[in-house]
């Protein structure tokens, strides 16, 4: 039977509603949807195609939001609908919580205070302690995964990106969601940040009972899922979301400003911005001509160097210096090939002059591009140091 105890309905805010997509957890669905029921009815339950109890189970909660998917499509779909339920019922938040039994209800005065704590443009994550006893590594492994690649195409450091316990702004978060499984909240989160909506953890707890807990994650598929958006994502943020964050820096700065704070980085160390200038040099004089400005921007997130300092060095390879760049590479070429075929002027430099001194090309550039970054790199820690004391 359900709770008998009456919700008292000041205790969470009109605009905020609790959505729980469920897939055969009938073990612990009835526990999760009594521990909310202490806190709201504002419950909006979406049952994602289950074949055990389930339904059964929610016919008891009469006076909630039931919304039954013929068949199962995935959390992700099951969160999307939910979410258009919450939207059409003038919900303005949604807080998400497992019906497996790992999250409790309690927590969710934890969310709720650190919504009012702040400007509302906030999208809210629960930080599970992930190094306590009975959580799988694969599960710690995961979710260090997620964070990373969270981080790299958002720049936001975050300790837990994989909880279902959240709470969405539901007018913030785009409006066109494209995936349906688990990696829909990836996909959320992410987009979200690019809409300039705060991201945050707060601390909650977490049960992991493998007697009555029931996972659907699928490893091996479900992981390629997430993989393949995590591609697209890096893409779409080196190619659009960086440039694009950059020029509106650009707009809202002058420009000693945006030198000052956005390419030379005040908060970097000497030496992070003398190494960000020395990798800028060798993959703007290393023979990957083309994809110099897509991997400054990528080595430097991976390596967490100066991306702007990083990108602008790349650029060492204008258009006025590449002949002279690509005739000194071939040059320097000599002292690894000495009986390769001389070449003497740099102002005849063409396709035909490079394909005949390939090899030879080749490695003196890689050869001259590690020199020049050394050179760089040394003399800008030289000077930085200086002008610190100064």
Not at 118 to 137: F, H, T, V, Y
Not at 210 to 235: A, C, G, Y
Not at 277 to 292: E, N, S, T
């Amino acid at each position: 039977m359900p709770n008998s105890q009456t919700p008292s309905q000041s205790m969470i805010p009109a605009p905020v509603c609790v959505l729980i997509p469920t897939y055969n957890n009938a073990k612990t669905l009835r526990r999760v949807l009594d521990g909310v029921l202490v806190y709201t009815r504002q419950v909006i339950v979406v049952n994602d195609g289950s074949t055990d109890s389930t339904a059964l189970i929610l016919a008891d909660y009469p006076f909630i939001t039931v919304q039954h998917l013929e068949k199962n499509s995935g959390k992700g779909k099951a969160l999307r609908k939910g979410f258009e339920i919450a939207k059409a019922q003038g919900f303005q938040y949604a807080i998400t919580i497992d019906s497996d039994g790992q999250h409790f209800p309690d927590d969710i005065p934890v969310f709720l205070n650190a919504l009012q704590q702040s400007d509302g443009n906030i999208l809210l994550i629960g930080e599970r302690q992930m190094d306590q006893a009975g959580i799988p590594k694969k599960s710690s492994f995961g979710n260090k995964f997620s964070n990373f690649w969270f981080w790299f195409e958002t720049g936001i450091k975050l300790a837990d990106t994989q909880s279902g316990y959240r709470l969405y702004p539901l007018e913030g978060i785009p409006k066109k969601l494209y995936t349906n499984k688990f990696e829909l909240e990836i996909e959320v989160i992410v987009r979200s940040a690019w809409k300039n909506i705060e991201v945050k953890n707060v601390p909650i707890k977490i049960l992991y009972d493998p007697n009555e807990r029931v996972s659907h994650f699928r490893p091996f598929k479900d992981f390629t899922r997430i993989s393949i958006l995590n591609t697209v994502l890096v893409l779409i943020s080196l190619l659009y979301i960086f440039p694009r964050n950059a020029f509106r820096s650009f707009k809202k700065k002058s420009f000693k400003d945006f030198l000052k704070e956005d390419i030379l980085g005040t908060n970097d160390s000497d030496f992070v911005k003398s190494i960000s200038i020395a990798l800028g040099v060798f993959i703007g004089i290393a023979p990957i001509w083309g994809f110099q400005s897509f991997l400054s921007i990528f080595l430097a997130s991976v390596f967490r160097l100066n991306k702007g300092l990083c990108f602008a060095f790349s650029n060492v390879s204008i258009p006025p210096m590449i002949p002279l760049i690509i005739w000194g590479s071939i040059q320097t070429g000599k002292l690894f090939i000495p009986s390769a075929k001389p070449l003497l002027d740099y102002n005849h430099i063409d396709f035909q002059a490079i394909s005949e001194h390939f090899l030879q090309y080749v490695l003196g550039s890689l050869f001259l591009a590690l020199m020049a970054a050394l050179l760089f790199g040394f003399s800008s820690f030289t000077l930085l140091r200086f002008n610190q004391r100064r």
